[in-house]
């Protein structure tokens, strides 16, 4: 079994995935790496599951496609949302709030 | 017993107030003399409970009387355990006289409905903070006392009375919140030797199941919440601002009956509990009530607000009681027992006749007042008396209490009293000079006009000065009930230290002994103590 | 370990019987729900003001198994299916569903609030004028990932469960569509709420990984190995930053006080009690079911979070002068303190269960009071301003009685509710007389002094200073929301006075887990 290069690929994407939510200024951009890091624990989960013949993780897969689904149309939404009202979907200029 | 068996009197004691509290919110707001009537009526009713107690009181019995013991929360342990001994009788008795009195004396100027219902739940705090045998429900009511007593001072003292109020709910809290900890802890290292989780008071004194360190830190976080209430130096700052903004019903209650939860506390749930600890760390205790008389009596010299002035007075006043609870010999408990029932009573009536003034005059700056004597005759004479009893004049009650305090301490911690003795004369000096510029000397036009005590004020005040006179020359029937109580305490409290013997006359060392061999003394015995406990640790290990 | 994919065809598959009575509060919501949208749908703007009072209907309705079950005790632990001798339990869903008492505790406690919320945002939406059937719509869906969220003893139905409670509140969220504070609100709970997700993920896949199998029970067996390795650690830690993120623990805790000031107040409510107290569910599950031989990687990651979550949430609080953001600093010190029970619950499960459960049930009640009085207060000042509360007991003297007991039971006094919680969270620390428990439970005594500074100063405003502008005209208290202010009083007090009725509840609280 390779599971090594899997966790590897799926580390290195998990790290992508961190590092753009976290200095990313865009909207859909921090979205999109969020993604980066539900893909990075989709692979875990079926190299996992190959690795323990196991249809668990296989299907948390699934679930997890779907359910992410559902957050990235939640997202865009909301980010759609902010444009309308504010024509930029920088995140860094939505600080109304502070203390 | 007699009928106390069949009346539940102690519960009694907390729910008349609760009682009273209820008709007071049926009453409408803006019937002032019906809702005075209804408060005086509900906490003079306790007040005569608790004045029936001292009759019904067996005088030979040093346990817990009138007990009463109903299971709250059984997987806890927990339960409604009251009781009433010695120590505790007379300041539920303090409680019951004070209230209405307080009640009585002064008026409120404002909203008087809420007023008389947070100084009735007061009442039923206070009266359930000393008659509580379970250390969780003495917690319960010992931070219950403090909602009450917020409002009070918030809501209808004088000047920074909201900055006043927040200092004292939070110097308070401070304490009480690892006080919580450390009952929660007490209770579960006692856990094996109870034979179950318990609260109660007298199974966690008698099992003594914690090892030294344990006992210390549990004592201390015990100790840190009583000192705060005391107050002890230099835990005090607190309370002249208190004091000072309170209402005048607020602080006769404040002086008379909360700053007694403290050292009630260390008799009770300091001593008792962790009698080891509180002998190891006396010292602390002893020092700083020294200091606390000291500073406070100096402070008090130079106060320019006569209010304020009462106030210091009470820090050195509870110096004394520290000074006499923690010499941890017969006399000096006794005293200290002795002198917080005259503390509440003196203190109390300075503060209600400073309120009085204040009322007339507005002012309780001492440079503004001046020649009282010649405008209110009766009312100089009152404080006369009053302060008398205050700086501990012979034929007055403050003379007991401080005498026997300092007997005591002569046996157990001569170099402490010694200085403590100086208090005495700084009493004498700040009160006396307070009174020489307040009612001496030439009056200026608005105080040669001031009205004096009015008949109704007399009466309020007099079963003060009845007291305080009776308890001056016959202090036998009070100090009887007290001596079981406190024996018992000092009895348990040489079974459960090693090698500690009631300090008394006869083991009084030959050549007067400086404060260095004192110290040396308790640093062998601590020492003796550790030896002892490694050697049966050991032994349990072999 | 199930089955593999091969064995899984090759066999027979016979449908085993379900369990319709241990599932039916989860179908009651479910049907009731997707009742509310259709006859929403139907009949447009002739029911609208129906709507509200539908969805407390049917939360009420979920209610009764709850409490049939619960009555009917006998067969608890209840699985999906019901258990048959001749059918051989085989299937990935096996044990990953479980109503014992401990998720029924849990159930009404998520019910009783869900009805407590539709009844503070009945006028709020109302009044508002914002779409308010597919709002309640939205609180049906989430507090059906609540109850799910409860009965969770597999990773795959916790992680589906915690994002139906989280999606439809990104949305709830952002629900004042032009207004920018709320559009706010709903991206930062948005991004963080998914960025946890996927931290959390993580971890729950390296869990899976070493596991082979998604149920705790399983992992908790695959784990118990007797020493610790890095990548279960690290799934370990993963997944309770994600959790943190969920219960906004210090330092994950960013989007909280923007979320709860933008959002509308009712939802805010949703979030600072129910949203959080699913989280802590999870949280339970995952730490006592799954990880019991791991205490000594979850406890010292767990008490310092606990440490830090209780002294920056107070610390932060003391500065705020807006009195939802204040409430929503508050609560973030409050996870603190629930956080603390599992920093010990190592030999004591069962206890640090029964506190967390406990303090879950009255933060409950008198958080949501809290949020009521502040929704009332709103509907005269316009304002959470602090200052804007001067003077309340001048014009609402009941409501600042509510609200002085809330404040005080917050704090911790007795005789209202707050204090018996955190009673029973010291008792469960100092039980084990381990220094560490001891250590947290003092920092969490001196921090319940620093709350009661600024939970005091909210309670001068109301009784001591004078009204700001004034105006000193009554408050008219819709029914819905005066109901709302009578339970959450009722219950603070209740539970204070007489905890035994509390604790009968959570006492023999035990996480089954699945078999």
Same mark, same amino acid.
């Given at each position: 079994?390779?599971?090594?290069?899997?966790?590897?690929?799926?580390?290195?994407?998990?790290?992508?995935?961190?590092?753009?939510?976290?200095?990313?200024?865009?909207?859909?951009?921090?979205?999109?790496?969020?993604?980066?890091?539900?893909?990075?624990?989709?692979?875990?989960?079926?190299?996992?599951?190959?690795?323990?013949?196991?249809?668990?993780?296989?299907?948390?897969?699934?679930?997890?496609?779907?359910?992410?689904?559902?957050?990235?149309?939640?997202?865009?939404?909301?980010?759609?949302?902010?444009?309308?009202?504010?024509?930029?979907?920088?995140?860094?200029?939505?600080?109304?709030?502070?203390? | 017993m007699f009928a106390a068996a069949a009346f539940p009197i102690l519960p009694a004691l907390i729910i008349t107030?609760?009682?009273?509290?209820?008709?007071?919110?049926?009453?409408?707001?803006?019937?002032?003399?019906?809702?005075?009537?209804?408060?005086?009526?509900?906490?003079?009713?306790t007040g005569m409970m608790s004045i029936w107690m001292l009759y019904a009181f067996e005088i030979a019995d040093d346990g817990f009387q009138f007990a009463v013991n109903r299971?709250?929360?059984?997987?806890?342990?927990?339960s409604w355990n009251l009781g009433v001994d010695g120590i505790s009788l007379f300041l539920v008795v303090l409680t019951g006289?004070?209230?209405?009195?307080?009640?009585?004396?002064?008026?409120?100027?404002?909203?008087?409905?809420?007023?008389?219902?947070?100084?009735?739940?007061?009442?039923?705090?206070?009266m359930g903070v000393f008659i509580a045998l379970d250390?969780?429900l003495f917690?319960?009511?010992?931070?219950?006392?403090?909602?009450?007593?917020?409002?009070?001072?918030?809501?209808?003292?004088?000047?920074?009375?909201?900055?006043?109020?927040?200092?004292?709910?939070?110097? @308070? &809290?401070?304490?009480?919140?690892?006080? +919580? /900890?450390?009952?929660? #802890? *007490? !209770?579960? $290292?006692?856990?094996? %030797?109870? =034979?179950?989780?318990?609260?109660d008071v007298v199974q966690?004194a008698e099992?003594?199941?914690?090892?030294?360190?344990?006992?210390?830190?549990?004592?201390?976080?015990?100790?840190?919440?009583?000192?705060?209430?005391?107050?002890?130096?230099?835990?005090?700052?607190?309370?002249?601002?208190?004091?000072?903004?309170?209402?005048?019903?607020?602080?006769?209650?404040?002086?008379?009956?909360?700053?007694?939860?403290?050292?009630y506390?260390?008799l009770r749930f300091?001593?008792y509990?962790?009698?080891?600890?509180?002998?190891?760390?006396?010292?602390?205790?002893?020092?700083?009530?020294?200091?606390?008389?000291?500073?406070?009596?100096?402070?008090? @010299? &130079?106060?320019?607000?006569?209010?304020? +002035? /009462?106030?210091?007075? #009470? *820090? !050195?006043? $509870?110096?004394?009681? %520290?000074? =006499?609870?923690?010499?941890?010999?017969?006399?000096?408990i006794q005293?200290?027992v002795?002198?917080m029932v005259?503390?509440?009573?003196?203190?109390?009536?300075?503060?209600?006749?400073?309120?009085?003034?204040?009322?007339?005059?507005?002012?309780?700056?001492?440079?503004?007042?001046?020649?009282?004597?010649?405008?209110?005759?009766?009312?100089?004479?009152?404080?006369?008396?009053?302060?008398?009893?205050?700086?501990?004049?012979?034929?007055?009650?403050?003379?007991?209490?401080?005498?026997?305090?300092?007997?005591?301490?002569?046996?157990?911690?001569?170099?402490?009293?010694?200085?403590?003795?100086?208090?005495?004369?700084?009493?004498?000096?700040?009160?006396?000079?307070?009174?020489?510029?307040?009612?001496?000397?030439?009056?200026?036009?608005?105080?040669?006009?001031?009205?004096?005590?009015?008949?109704?004020?007399?009466?309020?005040?007099?079963?003060?000065?009845?007291?305080?006179?009776?308890?001056?020359?016959?202090?036998?029937p009070m100090l009887e009930r007290i001596e079981p109580a406190v024996e018992r305490l000092?009895v348990h409290?040489?079974?459960?230290?090693?090698?500690?013997?009631?300090?008394?006359?006869?083991?009084?060392?030959?050549?007067?002994?400086?404060?260095?061999?004192?110290?040396?003394?308790?640093?062998?015995?601590?020492?003796?103590?550790?030896?002892?406990?490694?050697?049966?640790?050991?032994?349990?290990?072999? | 370990?199930?089955?593999?994919?091969?064995?899984?065809?090759?066999?027979?598959?016979?449908?085993?019987?379900?369990?319709?009575?241990?599932?039916?509060?989860?179908?009651?919501?479910?049907?009731?729900?997707?009742?509310?949208?259709?006859?929403?749908?139907?009949?447009?703007?002739?029911?609208?003001?129906?709507?509200?009072?539908?969805?407390?209907?049917?939360?009420?309705?979920?209610?009764?198994?709850?409490?049939?079950?619960?009555?009917?005790?006998?067969?608890?632990?209840?699985?999906?299916?019901?258990?048959?001798?001749?059918?051989?339990?085989?299937?990935?869903?096996?044990?990953?569903?479980?109503?014992?008492?401990?998720?029924?505790?849990?159930?009404?406690?998520?019910?009783?609030?869900?009805?407590?919320?539709?009844?503070?945002?009945?006028?709020?939406?109302?009044?508002?004028?914002?779409?308010?059937?597919?709002?309640?719509?939205?609180?049906?869906?989430?507090?059906?990932?609540?109850?799910?969220?409860?009965?969770?003893?597999?990773?795959?139905?916790?992680?589906?469960?915690?994002?139906?409670?989280?999606?439809?509140?990104?949305?709830?969220?952002?629900?004042?569509?032009?207004?920018?504070?709320?559009?706010?609100?709903?991206?930062?709970?948005?991004?963080?709420?998914?960025?946890?997700?996927?931290?959390?993920?993580?971890?729950?896949?390296?869990?899976?990984?070493?596991?082979?199998?998604?149920?705790?029970?399983?992992?908790?067996?695959?784990?118990?190995?007797?020493?610790?390795?890095?990548?279960?650690?690290?799934?370990?830690?993963?997944?309770?930053?994600?959790?943190?993120?969920?219960?906004?623990?210090?330092?994950?805790?960013?989007?909280?006080?923007?979320?709860?000031?933008?959002?509308?107040?009712?939802?805010?409510?949703?979030?600072?009690?129910?949203?959080?107290?699913?989280?802590?569910?999870?949280?339970?599950?995952?730490?006592?079911?799954?990880?019991?031989?791991?205490?000594?990687?979850?406890?010292?990651?767990?008490?310092?979070?606990?440490?830090?979550?209780?002294?920056?949430?107070?610390?932060?609080?003391?500065?705020?002068?807006?009195?939802?953001?204040?409430?929503?600093?508050?609560?973030?010190?409050?996870?603190?303190?629930?956080?603390?029970?599992?920093?010990?619950?190592?030999?004591?499960?069962?206890?640090?269960?029964?506190?967390?459960?406990?303090?879950?049930?009255?933060?409950?009640?008198?958080?949501?009071?809290?949020?009521?009085?502040?929704?009332?207060?709103?509907?005269?000042?316009?304002?959470?301003?602090?200052?804007?509360?001067?003077?309340?007991?001048?014009?609402?003297?009941?409501?600042?009685?509510?609200?002085?007991?809330?404040?005080?039971?917050?704090?911790?006094?007795?005789?209202?509710?707050?204090?018996?919680?955190?009673?029973?969270?010291?008792?469960?620390?100092?039980?084990?007389?381990?220094?560490?428990?001891?250590?947290?439970?003092?920092?969490?005594?001196?921090?319940?002094?620093?709350?009661?500074?600024?939970?005091?100063?909210?309670?001068?405003?109301?009784?001591?200073?004078?009204?700001?502008?004034?105006?000193?005209?009554?408050?008219?208290?819709?029914?819905?929301?005066?109901?709302?202010?009578?339970?959450?009083?009722?219950?603070?007090?209740?539970?204070?006075?007489?905890?035994?009725?509390?604790?009968?509840?959570?006492?023999?609280?035990?996480?089954?887990?699945?078999?």
């Open positions: 079994m390779f599971l090594n290069q899997f966790l590897f690929l799926s580390a290195v994407l998990f790290c992508i995935g961190v590092y753009g939510v976290l200095t990313r200024k865009n909207g859909v951009l921090v979205l999109m790496s969020i993604e980066l890091i539900l893909n990075a624990v989709n692979i875990n989960m079926v190299a996992f599951g190959a690795f323990n013949a196991d249809l668990g993780g296989q299907v948390f897969a699934l679930f997890i496609i779907a359910v992410a689904a559902a957050e990235v149309g939640v997202g865009l939404a909301i980010v759609l949302l902010i444009y309308r009202n504010r024509r930029s979907i920088d995140i860094t200029e939505a600080d109304l709030m502070k203390g | 107030p609760l009682i009273t509290v209820a008709v007071l919110m049926l009453i409408p707001a803006n019937r002032n003399s019906e809702l005075k009537l209804a408060a005086l009526v509900g906490t003079t009713i299971v709250w929360l059984e997987e806890l342990g927990l006289i004070l209230f209405p009195i307080a009640i009585t004396a002064t008026e409120p100027h404002h909203d008087p409905k809420q007023y008389y219902i947070w100084l009735t739940l007061l009442m039923s705090g206070s250390l969780l917690f319960l009511f010992f931070e219950i006392v403090l909602v009450p007593m917020y409002f009070l001072i918030g809501g209808w003292g004088h000047g920074n009375r909201i900055h006043a109020a927040l200092k004292f709910f939070l110097y @308070t &809290m401070a304490g009480s919140a690892l006080m +919580l /900890v450390g009952i929660v #802890s *007490v !209770a579960f $290292l006692s856990q094996d %030797a109870t =034979g179950g989780l318990t609260f966690l099992a003594q199941a914690l090892s030294q360190t344990a006992q210390r830190l549990v004592f201390g976080s015990f100790a840190l919440a009583f000192a705060v209430k005391v107050p002890l130096f230099p835990l005090h700052t607190w309370l002249p601002d208190a004091h000072t903004e309170a209402p005048t019903a607020g602080s006769v209650i404040l002086a008379g009956v909360m700053l007694k939860l403290g050292t506390g260390y300091g001593i509990l962790f009698p080891q600890a509180a002998h190891d760390l006396a010292w602390i205790f002893l020092t700083l009530g020294v200091i606390g008389i000291v500073y406070g009596a100096a402070v008090a @010299t &130079m106060q320019r607000d006569l209010k304020r +002035l /009462v106030a210091y007075s #009470s *820090v !050195a006043h $509870l110096g004394f009681i %520290a000074l =006499g609870m923690f010499v941890l010999n017969t006399q000096g005293g200290a002795f002198q005259n503390h509440g009573i003196s203190t109390g009536a300075l503060f209600i006749l400073v309120g009085w003034v204040y009322e007339r005059r507005h002012t309780r700056e001492i440079a503004a007042l001046g020649g009282l004597q010649k405008s209110a005759p009766i009312m100089a004479g009152v404080f006369t008396l009053v302060m008398l009893s205050s700086i501990g004049l012979p034929g007055l009650n403050g003379f007991v209490g401080e005498f026997l305090i300092l007997l005591g301490g002569f046996q157990g911690a001569r170099w402490w009293t010694v200085i403590a003795v100086t208090g005495v004369i700084l009493a004498a000096l700040y009160l006396l000079w307070a009174y020489q510029r307040v009612f001496h000397g030439t009056p200026t036009e608005e105080n040669a006009s001031m009205p004096d005590l009015r008949l109704s004020e007399g009466l309020a005040i007099l079963p003060l000065l009845v007291l305080i006179v009776f308890l001056g020359v016959y202090p036998k000092v409290v040489e079974a459960n230290v090693d090698g500690f013997e009631e300090p008394g006359p006869e083991q009084l060392p030959a050549e007067p002994a400086t404060a260095d061999d004192l110290t040396h003394t308790l640093e062998e015995a601590e020492a003796e103590a550790e030896a002892k406990e490694e050697a049966e640790s050991l032994g349990g290990e072999g | 370990m199930s089955g593999t994919f091969v064995t899984l065809v090759a066999a027979e598959i016979e449908r085993p019987s379900i369990d319709w009575h241990a599932i039916a509060p989860e179908l009651i919501l479910l049907g009731g729900g997707a009742l509310v949208t259709v006859i929403d749908l139907i009949w447009l703007e002739r029911v609208r003001k129906l709507i509200p009072t539908l969805t407390s209907l049917v939360f009420l309705v979920a209610l009764i198994p709850v409490i049939t079950l619960w009555a009917d005790g006998s067969g608890l632990p209840r699985g999906l299916w019901i258990i048959d001798e001749n059918v051989p339990a085989t299937g990935v869903w096996e044990g990953a569903f479980v109503v014992d008492n401990y998720s029924l505790v849990l159930k009404g406690l998520f019910l009783l609030s869900a009805y407590v919320i539709v009844l503070l945002s009945t006028n709020y939406m109302s009044e508002g004028d914002y779409y308010d059937s597919e709002y309640y719509q939205l609180i049906a869906a989430s507090v059906l990932g609540m109850l799910v969220m409860s009965s969770s003893r597999d990773l795959i139905s916790i992680f589906v469960a915690l994002e139906l409670v989280s999606i439809p509140a990104y949305l709830m969220a952002a629900w004042r569509k032009r207004d920018l504070k709320s559009n706010e609100a709903g991206l930062k709970y948005m991004l963080m709420g998914v960025f946890a997700s996927a931290i959390l993920l993580y971890g729950m896949s390296l869990l899976y990984g070493i596991a082979g199998s998604t149920l705790l029970s399983d992992i908790a067996a695959a784990i118990d190995i007797g020493e610790s390795r890095p990548v279960i650690t690290l799934g370990i830690v993963f997944t309770i930053i994600g959790f943190g993120f969920k219960v906004s623990a210090v330092p994950f805790h960013t989007w909280a006080p923007d979320t709860y000031e933008g959002a509308p107040t009712p939802l805010t409510a949703f979030l600072a009690v129910a949203s959080k107290a699913a989280g802590f569910v999870a949280l339970i599950n995952v730490v006592i079911v799954a990880l019991p031989t791991q205490a000594n990687v979850v406890e010292p990651f767990i008490w310092v979070l606990a440490a830090i979550t209780m002294t920056v949430g107070n610390l932060i609080a003391l500065r705020q002068t807006n009195l939802v953001r204040m409430l929503a600093y508050s609560g973030v010190a409050q996870a603190g303190y629930m956080l603390a029970p599992l920093a010990v619950y190592d030999g004591i499960s069962d206890r640090a269960t029964s506190a967390v459960v406990t303090y879950l049930v009255i933060y409950a009640a008198m958080n949501l009071g809290a949020f009521a009085v502040v929704i009332i207060a709103a509907r005269k000042t316009r304002s959470a301003e602090l200052s804007s509360y001067g003077g309340m007991f001048n014009y609402a003297p009941g409501l600042t009685l509510a609200m002085t007991i809330f404040l005080f039971s917050l704090a911790g006094i007795p005789p209202v509710g707050g204090w018996w919680a955190k009673f029973e969270v010291f008792r469960v620390l100092t039980e084990g007389n381990r220094t560490s428990g001891i250590a947290l439970a003092v920092i969490a005594a001196v921090n319940s002094v620093i709350a009661a500074f600024y939970y005091l100063n909210i309670a001068k405003q109301m009784w001591f200073l004078p009204s700001p502008d004034g105006d000193n005209s009554r408050i008219a208290i819709p029914p819905a929301l005066l109901a709302a202010v009578g339970l959450t009083v009722a219950a603070t007090i209740v539970s204070g006075v007489l905890p035994g009725v509390v604790s009968d509840m959570t006492d023999f609280v035990n996480v089954a887990a699945g078999q």
